[in-house]
């Protein structure tokens, strides 16, 4: 889950990172009310959940009250990359001598959290890490021993960050180190922090993405999150419970064990096919989460074939066979379905299973064949 801006920034106050003062806003009269407090001279950004807002002119500078509360009112009527704008974040504008970057970020490839650091931050860090890949520093951190202050060092060292910073540059390596431990974070970064003209280090942007399977242990954080950027499969999927992930391809899946439905999504794809989603319903489903589940495939516009792909252990196969006759039988579907069945229960399972838009698989290569087969022709 990725939080906004705003949000990002009121887990950072808290936990004593510097921040501009600022609120959010969600119309132009909010805006510039927040603006009047402020003294008139501020930036006004959106609150979208996309990246590069500066670029695509979602954050503008304003030097009156006047004018924050005209930009506030443009930047609500827009549309960043798609997503309509509906928070603006109004903050005081900080005078900026130089733009950094700083970021916790969980690497997959080392299997440790790493923090990563340049002194060339702000809108071109993609750039940069692209042409010149040697301006960016990485320093993996031990989970266990936690960010050390040599590495916080080595860092500042790293970014020839001027010797009167490295007070406040270590403390805030400390504090950011802090909230990705305590988020359960994925991604923490500030971009741009700013060294001010008066010398200060500000934390001018804010991303943090929790990762979800964490956010039961954060309940503070239901509050923030924000379904405007969620699709209507993902939406339904949570409300069951089902882990989901959507996919560019047009064969969904439904699989019994997180394991089996990664198998699922690689054979698939060995033999030449693209799965829609991922998705897990769980051990031991019952024939009505079985049914929601299927469902909820049958809701994505990009799907033109499901496979259902079952290893029955404590799943019954008979129950999943239940569960898909059901929703045939409540509904029209138009599209094949081909089903595997395995495990517990798989011959009562099968002998259930009877419409026409019904296949049966022995195995998971045949089903992923005749799927990929179907797709095909479908497209
Ligand atoms: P992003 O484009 O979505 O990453 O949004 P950012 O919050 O990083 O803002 C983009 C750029 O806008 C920053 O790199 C700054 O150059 C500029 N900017 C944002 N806030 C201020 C501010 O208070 N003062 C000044 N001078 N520039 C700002
Ligand atoms: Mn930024």
């Known amino acids: 889950m990725r939080l906004h801006e705003y949000q990002s920034k009121q887990i950072f106050y808290r936990y004593g ?34 990246s590069g807002r500066g670029k695509a002119g979602g954050i503008r500078l304003a030097k009156t009250t006047r004018e924050a509360e005209d930009l506030a009112a443009s930047i609500l009527g827009m549309e960043l990359k798609g997503f309509p704008v509906r928070k603006v974040l109004v903050d005081e504008i900080v005078n900026i001598q130089k733009e950094l970057y700083l970021s916790v970020v969980t690497d997959r490839s080392l299997r ?42 080595d860092l500042a060292a790293c970014i020839d960050l001027p010797r009167d910073l490295w007070k406040p540059f270590i403390q805030l390596t400390h504090d950011l180190w802090k909230v990705y431990l305590d988020y359960d974070v994925n991604l923490v970064e500030i971009n741009p922090l700013v060294i001010t003209a008066d010398q200060k280090l500000v934390a001018l942007d804010g991303k943090i993405i929790v990762d979800e399977s964490a956010l039961f242990r954060h309940p503070e954080l239901t509050d923030f999150q924000d379904t405007g950027n969620e699709l209507p499969v993902e939406i339904e999927a949570k409300k069951f419970g089902l882990s989901y992930i959507k996919l560019e391809g047009n064969i ?17 794809r060995a033999n030449g096919g693209e799965p829609a989603n991922f998705m897990d319903i769980g051990g031991g489903a019952s024939a009505e989460r079985v049914s929601a589940a299927l469902k909820i495939i049958l809701l994505d516009p990009s799907v033109n074939v499901v496979l259902i792909n079952i290893f029955g252990g404590i799943t019954r196969c008979n129950e999943v066979a239940n569960g898909i006759m059901h929703v045939l039988n409540e509904r029209q579907v138009h599209i094949p379905i081909v089903v595997r069945l395995a495990g517990t229960n798989s011959d009562e399972g099968k002998n259930i299973l009877n419409h026409p838009v019904l296949k049966q698989a022995e195995s998971i290569n045949e089903a992923a064949k005749i799927c990929i087969d179907l797709a095909g022709k479908a497209a």
Request: glycine share 10%; proline share 6%.
């Open 112 to 153: 440790c959290p790493v923090m990563i650091t340049s002194f060339s931050g702000g809108v071109n860090i993609e750039e940069i890490a692209r042409t010149t890949p040697e301006k960016i520093y990485r320093i993996p951190i031990n989970p266990l021993l936690g960010l050390r202050d040599y590495q916080s060092r």
């Open 17 to 50: 990172i510097p921040v501009p003062n600022g609120r959010v806003a969600s119309s132009s009269g909010e805006a510039r009310q927040i603006a009047e407090e402020l003294g008139g001279r501020v930036v006004v950004k959106a609150q979208v959940l996309v």
């Open 252 to 268: 969904g899946c439904m699989v019994n064990g997180a394991g089996l439905a990664m198998s699922t999504v690689d054979v698939v």
